[in-house]
C-alpha cells in the first residue's frame, strides 16, 4: 500500500473515531489571534483592532486543510471608570480539513474589563461565548479494508461505525486572565523599554454533545497559558519579541515557543503626524515535535502583515515531503 494511501486511512479513522477531541482552530502567528487564546487581550493594547488570518497546510497529503478568521475589538471609555475601560470583541472561524471536508464554523461575542494596578500595569478578564457548526461528508473518506491488496475498492466494507449525522450544534463559552505591563507609551519602539502579556484561559466549558456517533462524547474544555514580550535590545533602537503558548485539549497538547528580532525603521515624529511609524521583524518559531515555523512581520503606522509557513519534522514527515502550510495575517489597528 502506498505511503499516501496509508495515510488516508489513518486520517479517515481520526475524523471518524475521535472528531469531538479533534484540535481546536489554531494558528502559529498565535499572537496575532488574541481571541483565540484568550478574551481578556481584548482592548489591551489598542482601541481599535481587526484582524484577518488564513492558513492553508497539508496539500501535500491530502485535500488541502484551510482555515480562516477574522477578529474585530473596540474599547468603551468613560471617565467615570477612572482610567479603567471596557472591550468587546466579535470573531468568526471557520476550518475545513482534509478529504472528508470536516468543517468547524465558530462566530463567536466577546467582553473584557481592564483595570489599572499601577502606572504600567494593567489586569484584564474577559469572557467570550457563541456557538460552534460542524459538518462531515464521510462518502470521501477511504479506509485501510477498502484496500484488497492490490487496489482501492470502494465496494468493500470499510470496518468502521457509520456517522449517524452529518452536521452538530454545540454551544460554546470561553473565559481567562491577563495581565499587561507597559514601560513605555511609544507605538512601536522605546530605548531600554519592554511590555508584555501574560495570561491564562480556558475555552469550551460545559459544551454539550460534539459527536457524529451515537456517544456521549463532548468537546474538551482547551486550557491556554502564553507569553507575548517586546524588549529593547541594548544600546539600540530594536527589540526582541519572545513567545511562547502552552495548550492542552484532553489527551492532547501543543507548546510552540520562539522568537522575533525587530528592527525599528522609523518611530513617528514627536510633535507632527508626517513621520509614520515602521518596523519589520523576521525570526522563528517551533512547534514541539511537529514543526519549524520562520516568520516575518511588517508594521506601517495603522497596518501589519504577518507572513510565516510550517515546515514540518513530525513522524509524518515521509507523507507531508516537510511541507507544512502557508499562514497570512492582516491587521488594522488604532493606537490609543
Request: proline share 5%; hydrophobic share 40%.
Given at each position: 500500500m502506498?505511503?499516501?494511501?496509508?495515510?488516508?486511512a489513518?486520517?479517515a479513522?481520526?475524523f471518524?473515531?475521535?472528531?469531538?477531541?479533534?484540535?481546536?482552530?489554531h494558528?502559529s502567528?498565535?499572537?496575532?489571534?488574541?481571541?483565540?487564546i484568550n478574551?481578556?487581550?481584548?482592548?489591551?493594547?489598542y482601541?481599535?483592532r481587526?484582524?484577518a488570518?488564513?492558513?492553508?497546510?497539508?496539500?501535500?497529503?491530502?485535500n488541502k486543510?484551510?482555515?480562516?478568521?477574522?477578529?474585530?475589538?473596540?474599547?468603551?471609555?468613560?471617565?467615570k471608570?477612572?482610567?479603567?475601560?471596557?472591550?468587546?470583541?466579535?470573531?468568526?472561524?471557520r476550518?475545513v480539513s482534509?478529504?472528508?471536508k470536516?468543517?468547524?464554523?465558530?462566530?463567536?461575542?466577546?467582553?473584557?474589563?481592564?483595570?489599572k494596578?499601577?502606572?504600567?500595569?494593567?489586569?484584564?478578564?474577559?469572557?467570550?461565548?457563541?456557538?460552534f457548526y460542524?459538518?462531515?461528508?464521510?462518502?470521501?473518506?477511504?479506509?485501510?479494508?477498502?484496500?484488497d491488496?492490490?487496489?482501492?475498492?470502494?465496494?468493500?466494507?470499510?470496518?468502521?461505525p457509520?456517522?449517524?449525522?452529518?452536521?452538530?450544534?454545540?454551544?460554546?463559552?470561553?473565559?481567562?486572565?491577563?495581565?499587561?505591563?507597559?514601560e513605555?507609551?511609544?507605538f512601536?519602539?522605546?530605548?531600554?523599554?519592554a511590555?508584555?502579556?501574560?495570561?491564562?484561559?480556558?475555552?469550551?466549558?460545559?459544551?454539550?454533545?460534539?459527536?457524529?456517533?451515537?456517544?456521549?462524547?463532548?468537546?474538551?474544555t482547551?486550557?491556554?497559558?502564553?507569553?507575548n514580550?517586546?524588549?529593547?535590545?541594548?544600546?539600540?533602537?530594536?527589540?526582541?519579541?519572545?513567545?511562547?503558548?502552552?495548550?492542552r485539549?484532553?489527551?492532547s497538547?501543543?507548546?510552540i515557543a520562539?522568537?522575533?528580532?525587530k528592527?525599528?525603521?522609523?518611530?513617528?515624529?514627536?510633535y507632527?503626524?508626517l513621520?509614520?511609524?515602521?518596523a519589520?521583524?523576521?525570526?522563528?518559531?517551533?512547534?514541539?515535535?511537529?514543526?519549524?515555523?520562520?516568520s516575518?512581520?511588517?508594521?506601517?503606522?495603522?497596518?501589519?502583515?504577518?507572513?510565516?509557513?510550517?515546515?514540518?519534522v513530525?513522524?509524518?514527515?515521509?507523507?507531508?515531503?516537510?511541507?507544512?502550510?502557508?499562514?497570512?495575517?492582516?491587521?488594522?489597528?488604532?493606537?490609543?
Open positions: 502506498q505511503t499516501k494511501h496509508i495515510i488516508h489513518v486520517l479513522f481520526t471518524i473515531h475521535q472528531v469531538s477531541l479533534a484540535q481546536d482552530i494558528f502567528q498565535y499572537a496575532e489571534t488574541p481571541s483565540s478574551p481578556a487581550l481584548a482592548g489591551v493594547t482601541n481599535t481587526v484582524i488570518n488564513y492558513k492553508s497546510q497539508w496539500s501535500s497529503v491530502a486543510y484551510q482555515t480562516m478568521g477574522v477578529s474585530f475589538e473596540q474599547t468603551i471609555k468613560h471617565k471608570l477612572k482610567g479603567n475601560y471596557f472591550a468587546v470583541a466579535a470573531n468568526i472561524f476550518d482534509g478529504d472528508a470536516l468543517s468547524t464554523l465558530n462566530p463567536n461575542l466577546g467582553i473584557s474589563y481592564l483595570q494596578v499601577s502606572k504600567k500595569m494593567k489586569l484584564s478578564a474577559g469572557l467570550q461565548s457563541g456557538f460542524r459538518t462531515i461528508d464521510a462518502s470521501n473518506l477511504r479506509f485501510d479494508a477498502q484496500y491488496g492490490i487496489a482501492y475498492n470502494p465496494n468493500r466494507p470499510t470496518g468502521e457509520e456517522p449517524l449525522k452529518s452536521g452538530v450544534t454545540a454551544f460554546d463559552l470561553g473565559g481567562g486572565v491577563n495581565l499587561n505591563f507597559v513605555s507609551d511609544k512601536l519602539s522605546a530605548k531600554n523599554a511590555k508584555f502579556d501574560i495570561g491564562v484561559s480556558a475555552y469550551h466549558f460545559g459544551v454539550g454533545k460534539s459527536t457524529f456517533l451515537n456517544s456521549n462524547e463532548r468537546l474538551d482547551r486550557m491556554c497559558a502564553y507569553f514580550g517586546d524588549f529593547n535590545i541594548p544600546n539600540s533602537i530594536n527589540a526582541i519579541m519572545p513567545s511562547f503558548l502552552y495548550m485539549q484532553g489527551t497538547s501543543e507548546f520562539g522568537a522575533l528580532f528592527f525599528i525603521l522609523g518611530d513617528p515624529s514627536t507632527t503626524s513621520k509614520k511609524p515602521r519589520f521583524s523576521v525570526g522563528g518559531y517551533y512547534r514541539y515535535r511537529d514543526a519549524i515555523v520562520p516575518i512581520l511588517f508594521q506601517y503606522n495603522k497596518y501589519a502583515i504577518g507572513i510565516s509557513y510550517d515546515i514540518n513530525s513522524p509524518l514527515t515521509p507523507a507531508s515531503r516537510r511541507n507544512g502550510g502557508l499562514e497570512v495575517m492582516l491587521r488594522y489597528n488604532v493606537f490609543p
